[in-house]
């Protein structure tokens, strides 16, 4: 029996596009090519009805394709959809279940790279990376001044709000900083996993209070949304920072914008805004002790590649009526 | 104590670019009877003759013969930062002055800064925050990727203090680390640090992701990575340095740069610095550039400060010298 699958024997999978600004890289593209039978966009629209019944998987990366209902009902066989990443939170996660379609993520393969960019985004905005490599390549620099200081991270105050599986590894990054770690969470992690990274369980409002950086690590859920407001900003220190790894909207934007501007908190790094990209007149773009990424908390050639074979892996387990290793559910 | 009875110490000026930073000086004023340079030059004969002992911050004052033969109660220099290769150390020797420098305190600060420059480049960060605050985006092209750093390879040449505090924060996000020094560490060391060492240059430039320079400058280190090194390395490797300018043939990087030879270079020390203003370093986009601020936190120049004071006062009672510096 052959071992290679004729391509329209695989399953159908659904992709935004290959390559360019939008599309799935091209490597990408060639993995899942190896296991389904690849279908963008461009060309379920140019025949609805005939590729529509052949759809039974959906890869969605970086938030493509938007999922809608007309998306939905026009792909009757669509057992599964396959995100890149793991927040969901711009999935419908009740329409699409009321579609008999399920979901997955990919929480294994974004943590790593996750973590590594939340101790970037901590250690450019307390030693002022951004700031001091502008004035580095400045025309008007001739000098460069004794008394520019930033702050210490070795031996300084962590506060992980958020301490799944990427809020853990940057606790394990963090002590080798000589950090001092404290860290709020839904549910209390385990004696051993405490200290093994010498992480302090704490209630919000001491984490608040005793932090010299504050990192968001959690998902956005209805509960998590304005998790930091204008009460959790006043209750920081006047010297500490905010780093949001998470999601833009677990964060109140006006609140923090007026916090930055009032000095009720030093700075803040952020990797995700609401929305990406902000309007281009938003103050947070003007504040010269803000740095913000986009949205590039996975964007490595490693982590993209592993997200793609978890989505991969996920969505095979569904076509094979396999236990799915990472099944996301209505709320 | 009144403020003639202090022992006088010189120090360049207090404020302004290089200057002892003001509050410093406070601190330093109840301790020394401190005598800028602008004093001391409006009355060499009478001052000269009292100045024991040299506060030399950011490399200021300079210290040449001319100097020494002025100050003949002079005892001991102390120097702000670990590196000495500003100093001439026979001079100072000849003239039986003593001089002391803040090699421990500095270590940490320049290890994370080591770790910043290497996540920043490895990342794009300062690229990224460019294009997230252009007035041009529009939105986040979905094609723009950096490259991982967690289990990626580490290269460190130089394992002294600040080189082994690298290895200890590498270690936490799982890379593999080489190194590269005059002498190889303990197996316990090298253990507890998961370091394998490179008794060949060489074989570490071929191997890492990221190749850090953690060495000193001395005449053995002068433009220690140059064409040959370069070329050696990985067209993906990245080169970080948090030692010397000198130690890096500048020229040669440049070119390795541009032909992409490497990949990227993340720069906190340059020859000279600032670099004219005209220079390639500073076009590149793959490069970034911060300015010389290995020490630069608040916390390490008030202990660096009082390092020094320590140095000073032991240099100045004849007691052993913290932080002695030895031909």
């Not at chain 1, 007149?281 to 490693?302: C, E, Y």
């Not at chain 2, 020394?32 to 030399?56: D, H, P």
Request: charged fraction near 20%.
């Amino acid at each position: 029996m052959s071992t290679v699958m004729a391509e329209q024997d695989l399953p159908g999978l659904l992709i935004m596009g290959i390559g360019g600004t939008h599309g799935v890289q091209e490597s990408l593209a060639a993995l899942l090519k190896k296991h389904f039978s690849v279908i963008t966009m461009k060309e379920l629209l140019e025949n609805k009805k005939e590729v529509g019944k052949k759809i039974q998987c959906i890869f969605v990366s970086e938030f493509r394709p938007t999922i809608d209902q007309e998306l939905l009902e026009s792909l009757p066989n669509l057992k599964v959809i396959g995100n890149s990443g793991v927040g969901v939170d711009h999935l419908n996660l009740k329409m699409i279940s009321n579609f008999g379609v399920r979901v997955t993520n990919t929480p294994h393969a974004v943590a790593d790279s996750t973590a590594d960019m939340g101790m970037a985004l901590m250690l450019a905005s307390a030693r002022r990376l951004v700031e001091g490599s502008q004035i580095a390549v400045s025309p008007d620099t001739n000098y460069f001044a004794a008394d520019w200081l930033g702050v210490e991270v070795t031996r300084a105050t962590l506060g992980i709000i958020g301490m799944g599986r990427i809020g853990y590894k940057v606790a394990q990054r963090a002590r080798a900083f000589e950090m001092k770690i404290l860290y709020h969470n839904r549910n209390r992690r385990s004696q051993e996993e405490e200290q093994a990274v010498g992480a302090c369980y704490s209630e919000m409002e001491d984490l608040l209070q005793q932090s010299d950086f504050v990192m968001l690590v959690v998902n956005l859920t209805p509960q998590t949304e304005k998790l930091i407001g204008k009460k959790e900003l006043g209750l920081m220190k006047p010297t500490a920072t905010l780093i949001n790894i998470s999601r833009g909207a677990v964060i109140d934007q006006d609140a923090l914008v007026e916090a930055l501007q009032n000095k009720t908190i030093k700075a803040a790094a952020l990797d995700v805004t609401y929305p990406e990209p902000l309007p281009r007149n938003h103050p947070l773009l003007k504040l010269n002790n803000v740095i913000i990424t986009p949205h590039i908390g996975t964007a490595t050639v490693q982590a993209t590649h592993m997200m793609a074979e978890e989505a991969i892996a996920n969505m095979l387990s569904v076509l094979n009526c396999q236990p799915i290793p990472s099944e996301v559910f209505p709320q | 104590m009144e403020a003639q009875e202090l022992p006088c110490v010189l120090i360049d000026c207090i404020g302004g670019k290089h200057g002892v930073y003001e509050d410093h000086a406070e601190f330093l004023k109840e301790r020394f009877c401190l005598i800028t340079m602008k004093e001391y030059l409006e009355n060499k004969n009478f001052l000269g003759k009292k100045i024991r002992a040299i506060y030399m911050w950011y490399h200021k004052p300079v210290i040449n013969e001319e100097l020494l033969q002025s100050l003949p109660n002079l005892k001991i220099v102390a120097s702000s930062g670990v590196g000495i290769d500003h100093l001439d150390l026979s001079l100072l020797s000849s003239y039986g002055v003593k001089v002391s420098n803040t090699p421990f305190i500095v270590s940490t600060d320049t290890a994370d800064l080591g770790m910043a420059l290497m996540l920043a480049s490895s990342r794009r960060l300062v690229e990224g925050h460019q294009m997230a605050i252009s007035p041009d985006t529009e939105y986040f092209p979905a094609d723009w990727l950096g490259a991982e750093v967690s289990g990626a390879t580490l290269g460190i040449i130089g394992m002294g203090t600040i080189g082994y505090k690298v290895a200890e924060r590498a270690k936490a996000f799982e890379m593999k680390i080489l190194y590269h020094n005059r002498k190889q560490r303990n197996k316990e060391e090298e253990r507890a640090v998961g370091a394998t060492y490179c008794k060949k240059i060489d074989d570490l430039l071929q191997q890492a992701d990221f190749v850090m320079l953690v060495v000193n400058l001395t005449p053995q280190t002068h433009k220690l990575i140059g064409k040959r090194e370069l070329q050696l390395m990985k067209p993906t490797a990245i080169l970080i340095n948090i030692s010397r300018g000198l130690v890096v043939d500048q020229d040669a990087l440049v070119e390795a740069l541009q032909n992409k030879v490497i990949k990227a270079a993340a720069l906190d020390v340059t020859y000279p610095e600032p670099l004219p203003r005209d220079h390639p370093l500073l076009k590149l986009k793959n490069v970034i550039i911060t300015p010389h601020i290995g020490s630069a936190t608040v916390k390490t120049r008030h202990l660096m400060k009082e390092n020094m004071t320590e140095s000073i006062q032991a240099g100045l009672a004849g007691l052993p010298i913290p932080n002695e510096v030895l031909l």
